[in-house]
């Protein structure tokens, strides 16, 4: 029996394909090191082979994908070496993007962080709320900062973050100190202090650094 077609909207073929894919592997139905069958992928999205391949193209320059000459894709493997990488490049990013919010978000972007926050302060025992409420903090710090440029590397490196089979917010207890240095990042927004919101800001996300490492041995 012929596997049903997906239905996909008005945007580029290879655009929902892509994201198609992209979430099966933050789902891991797709994990790191898997070979993709483009035949078989092309077969149940009732789609042909090209615009899977411009999507595996578009999932490869995120870093989700990797492609080797003459054996196809593959869901990228991420090693220490790459999880050190991306939290220091995302250290840096997001630091500097605390500090700016700090000094010029509005009276409204401030309540909608505090609103955020107050979701992860009662998510505590939901990790997956956690997880959710924890990234949406993060993305729209960045996004309240502006600079078009970052938000892109930032949502990139997130991508690839995802793809560490174990998240640092699994570490025993890294719930609980990940939520009181959100505490320390508020508080420094609150007093509209750039120096310490950087500085709280890199100072968690290595520490998150510290606690994906310590899950992977």
């Known amino acids: 029996m012929p596997a049903a077609s997906v239905s996909f ?3 580029a073929l290879y655009e929902d394909v892509a994201e198609s894919l992209r979430q099966r592997i933050f789902a891991n139905q797709l994990q790191p090191g898997d070979w993709i069958d483009e035949v078989a992928i092309a077969q149940e999205l ?9 999507a595996l193209k578009v999932l490869a320059a995120e870093g989700l994908v990797t492609m080797k000459v003459r054996r196809g894709a593959y869901v990228t493997e991420v090693d220490e070496d790459d999880l050190r990488g991306v939290y ?18 509005t009276p ?10 107050d979701m992860l302060e009662q998510s505590t025992a939901d990790r997956e709320h956690y997880f959710r409420a924890n990234e949406l903090f993060h993305r729209r710090l960045v ?3 502006g600079n078009r440029w970052r938000q892109q590397i930032v949502t990139d490196l997130r991508k690839v973050m ?12 890294r719930i609980e100190e ?7 990042i508020m508080q420094a927004l609150e007093q509209h202090d750039a120096s310490l ?21």
Do not use: C, Y
């Open 9 to 11: 909207s008005r945007r």
């Open 46 to 54: 009732g789609i042909s082979r090209t615009p899977l391949r411009e």
């Open 88 to 105: 220091q490049m995302l250290s840096l990013l997001e630091a500097d993007a605390a500090a700016q919010v700090a000094e010029t978000a």
């Open 108 to 117: 409204e972007e401030w309540a909608e962080l505090k609103g955020i926050h």
């Open 143 to 145: 996004e309240m900062a």
């Open 162 to 173: 995802k793809l560490n089979r174990h998240n640092s917010l699994f570490r025993k207890g």
């Open 178 to 184: 990940s939520l009181v240095e959100h505490r320390q």
């Open 197 to 217: 919101a950087r500085a709280s800001m890199a100072t968690h996300l290595l520490h998150g650094l510290d606690a994906a490492i310590a899950q992977n041995h």
